[in-house]
């Protein structure tokens, strides 16, 4: 009788341990896995992006890329975030040398090298690169002025305008329809008139985005010569909270040029790039959906 007690205790901890294990078991990933990315950027010597991924504390770790169709890039792994059973990561791809590549390049899947040896293909959303047209002229018809981003998912470009001009549109190859939502303003001096143009740049620190949405705007539009033009967005998330919009649907970084359009009277054309920069801030319950998800896929 006087061992009852003792058993009890001995239960109540295998009881506890099964508990703990279970519950680590299923925080776990099968394998490391890579977030869904949109890139389009311009394929040349110097250009770089960025790929994140998940990874578990313990178990098989990432310990090189290869990207398909870039064969000499260089690959530095940048610092993780520590989440309760998973480290976030990021590597960044580097274009060293000079790119003899004419095609565009589509990437929809790296090759990942693990730490037991083994390698695998895995999917890493949508990277896009271009290669630039030779510029056979000094010409331009902008001059950057400033840019920036915020943590608020806000950025923009501003330049002023070295001759008279004419917009003609925005270039964007992001999808309309996509999550999180990007929205586009422009600002431009003839535009004052026009319903819901504000005029200051700024407030404070805080970065605006400022102007009108650029499907409201009516293209094309003339510009004077030292005006200035300002390309503004902000991404907004649809509030989708699935499971499978947060491992899926949902681009967790994004990086992509965003082009204003346009020419002068004499027909030479020309264009605004606006850098456009977005990164999740995932939370330890995105964590935990992203990790759910993939563990009910076959």
Excluded: C
Aim: glycine share 6%; proline share 5%.
């Amino acid at each position: 009788m006087k061992k009852s007690p003792l058993i009890a205790v001995f239960l109540l901890a295998l009881v506890s341990w099964i508990g703990n294990l279970w519950v680590y078991e299923k925080n776990q990933l099968p394998e490391p896995i890579f977030l869904s990315h949109f890139i389009d950027l311009p394929l040349k010597e110097g250009a770089s992006f960025k790929l994140s991924y998940l990874e578990n504390h313990r178990g098989l770790h990432i310990v090189n890329v290869e990207v398909p169709g870039l064969p000499y890039a260089s690959v530095n792994f940048l610092n993780k975030n520590r989440y309760t059973y998973q480290n976030y990561q990021s590597v960044l791809i580097s274009l060293e040398q000079q790119i003899q590549e004419t095609d565009t390049l589509h990437i929809k899947q790296v090759r990942a090298w693990l730490s037991d040896g083994s390698s695998r293909m895995l999917d890493i959303g949508d990277v896009t690169l271009t290669p630039q047209a030779k510029n056979t002229t000094d010409r331009s018809l902008f001059e950057f002025s400033s840019g920036g981003t915020s943590n608020q998912n806000v950025g923009y470009a501003l330049v002023t305008t070295k001759e008279d001009l004419i917009l003609t549109g925005v270039e964007s190859p992001y999808p309309n329809d996509s999550s999180p939502r990007m929205n586009l303003y422009l600002d431009a001096l003839s535009l004052e008139q026009e319903p819901g143009y504000r005029t200051s740049l700024q407030s404070g620190d805080r970065m605006e985005a400022e102007g009108l949405p650029v499907e409201e705007i009516s293209f094309p539009v003339a510009v004077k010569k030292g005006n200035y033009v300002r390309l503004s967005y902000r991404f907004e998330d649809t509030g989708t909270d699935t499971p499978e919009h947060k491992a899926a649907e949902k681009y967790n970084r994004i990086e992509e040029a965003v082009r204003v359009k346009a020419q002068s009277s004499d027909g030479f054309k020309d264009d605004m790039a606006g850098s456009i920069r977005y990164e999740s801030d995932l939370s330890a319950l995105n964590i935990r959906k992203i990790v759910q998800t993939r563990r009910e896929l076959p």
